[in-house]
């Protein structure tokens, strides 16, 4: 799953002027289901948040 703000649009009619920027799934995974190699690992936070400035 990823996040595209166009779908994310269209899916729940968000207006031009509302820029949608964060989708939090929630609900009980399936019982087979097992998270991505990547689940566990984190990027530092300076290279995520930014504030003021990218």
Do not use: T, W
Not at 11 to 26: G, K, Q
């Amino acid at each position: 799953m990823h996040f595209d703000p166009a779908a994310m649009r269209g899916s729940f009619n968000i207006p031009e002027n509302v820029e949608p920027v964060a989708l939090l799934v929630m609900g009980y995974p399936s019982d087979d289901v097992k998270p991505l190699d990547l689940h566990h690992q984190f990027r530092p936070m300076n290279e995520v948040v930014f504030y003021d400035e990218f």
